[in-house]
């Protein structure tokens, strides 16, 4: 696989962690208003269940495609990928937190 469509196709996976994150973060946002203050006794089930569903979604943007390339024979390239995807990742991660500096 070609460098840069390593780098393209890694990017695109940690923007898709950002879009999930951002979905749920609006989410989190808005759930008072939608469900109620008060917790009932499905409130940690469901935040449980979203936990687990966000670690599934998140982990497979980050770690099928490597592994699928691993599977494949192309052991550099899964390395390359996963790789680059965590420095997107890390990217995101710190323009987040430098946006937040901005905005206090």
């Known amino acids: 696989m070609k460098n840069s469509k390593l780098i393209i196709?890694?990017?695109?996976?940690s923007l898709g962690v950002l879009v999930y994150i951002l979905a749920v973060a609006f989410?989190?946002?808005h759930a008072n208003q939608w469900f109620g203050k008060e917790d009932k006794f499905l409130t940690p089930v469901a935040a449980l269940m979203l936990?687990?569903?966000?670690?599934?979604?998140?982990?497979?943007?980050v770690m099928a495609k490597p592994v699928l390339l691993y599977l494949?024979?192309?052991?550099?390239?899964?390395?390359?990928?996963?790789l680059l995807t965590l420095g997107?990742?890390?990217?995101?991660?710190?323009?987040?937190?430098?946006g937040l500096l901005l905005l206090r």
């Open 88 to 98: 997107w990742l890390l990217i995101l991660t710190l323009s987040a937190f430098l």
């Open 27 to 29: 989410f989190f946002n």
């Open 51 to 61: 936990f687990v569903l966000s670690a599934a979604v998140t982990g497979s943007l």
């Open 9 to 13: 196709s890694s990017m695109l996976h």
């Open 72 to 82: 494949d024979g192309q052991k550099s390239d899964a390395v390359k990928f996963f």
